[in-house]
């Protein structure tokens, strides 16, 4: 190798490492016109573009536009199927956009492609209740607050299943749980939790005692 190639290989590696950076990382800025310009322009093809519909479909998801997001996420999909993350974001668009029944399967593939995380199950769960599904609602739930026993927001949401259901105890024991968990990122949830258990409390018939003979 001559001396002068190693410059122009340095040079050639950096220009490398930008674009993949570039391709990877597009979704961290609030521009969707770095990621188009990625995916249109960009030499990488494959499944290194699917980072850059995978970026734009965030962005889109952070704005509310949903069918753009689930668009986006479609081809990232289509070119790179087996990133849980693309299976879970799409869920969260489809379930924003009223497609329970999608949303559902695609949280499904999420959890096939990477069991161990508790957010799909927790999300799978939040679209199962909405579908009016509360039974698998609350197997979701559950296998969620085993993975995740310090989250809160998982047993707020458990516990609203559970009172949805008619088991006012379930319920309870829930909510009182989610005000003993750290309250996370901020104090909504503990909020609901403390909402929820004074309904339940105002709904308790007076217990009179029996009058003794």
């Excluded at 849980?84 to 959890?111: K, T, V």
Aim: include cysteine; proline fraction near 5%; charged fraction near 25%.
């Amino acid at each position: 190798m001559t001396k002068a190639a190693v410059p122009l290989l340095i040079v050639l590696g950096v220009l490398i490492g930008l674009s993949t950076h570039t391709v990877v990382n597009c979704g961290d800025e609030d521009d969707p016109d770095i990621c188009s310009a990625v995916i249109g322009f960009s030499p990488l093809r494959g499944s290194l573009i699917a980072f850059a519909y995978e970026g734009r479909g965030r962005i889109a998801l952070r704005h509310g536009d949903w069918r753009r997001a689930i668009a986006d996420f479609d081809e990232a999909i289509h070119l790179n199927p087996n990133r849980a993350s693309l299976y879970r974001d799409r869920a969260q668009a489809r379930r924003q956009n009223g497609d329970l029944a999608l949303a559902i399967e695609d949280y499904d593939e999420a959890i096939a492609h990477d069991p161990r995380l508790a957010a799909p199950y927790h999300q799978r769960g939040l679209a199962l209740a909405a579908a009016g599904d509360l039974d698998r609602a609350i197997l979701s739930f559950n296998t969620a607050a085993r993975l995740a026993p310090s989250d809160a927001q998982v047993r707020l949401d458990r516990g609203l299943a559970f009172l949805a259901r008619g088991q006012a105890d379930d319920a309870r024991a829930d909510f009182e749980a989610a005000l003993a968990l750290p309250a996370g990122k901020g104090a909504s949830t503990r909020d609901a939790a403390r909402a929820k258990l004074a309904e339940l409390a105002s709904a308790e018939p007076t217990r009179v005692a029996a009058p003794r003979r």
